[in-house]
Nanobody, 125 residues
Framework: QLRLVESGGGLVQPGGSLRLSCAAS????????IGWFRQAPGKEREGVSC???????NSADSVKGRFTISRDNAKNTVYLQMNSLKPEDTAVYYC???????????????????WGQGTQVTVSS
């Protein structure tokens, strides 16, 4: 059974850091691109970052220079290192799998076929 499980969310002060993890199982992990999305209350889900099977990355302009996506194929895990967090980063963060090895139109929800349950990130003093 294919699963994606996010972890690492929590409450952090502005300027702080968190590292989110997306643990995958049930498929050949290193063949697929994985994306991170987020959804704030009352807003649409938006793409944050994506990493291809080969390690190429894409990120939203709003997080460039602050967030870094990476993957460890030996652990079937994708990470999202989030630094210099801002209150506007507060959201539920989701990871998702594309049915292909590249990110392509990575910010489009339609590009993804499986989703995790999400992890809450709250940035507040």
């Amino acid at each position: 059974q294919l699963r994606l499980v996010e972890s690492g969310g929590g409450l952090v002060q502005p300027g702080g850091s968190l590292r989110l993890s997306c643990a995958a199982s049930g498929f050949t992990f290193n063949n697929y691109a994985i994306g991170w999305f987020r959804q704030a209350p009352g807003k649409e889900r938006e793409g944050v970052s994506c990493i291809s099977s080969g390690g190429s990355t894409n990120s939203a302009d709003s997080v460039k220079g602050r967030f870094t996506i990476s993957r460890d194929n030996a652990k079937n895990t994708v990470y999202l290192q989030m630094n210099s967090l801002k209150p506007e980063d507060t959201a539920v963060y989701y990871c998702a799998r594309t049915p292909k090895g590249y990110c392509g139109r990575w910010a489009s929800l339609n590009e993804y076929d499986y989703w995790g349950q999400g992890t809450q990130v709250t940035v507040s003093s």
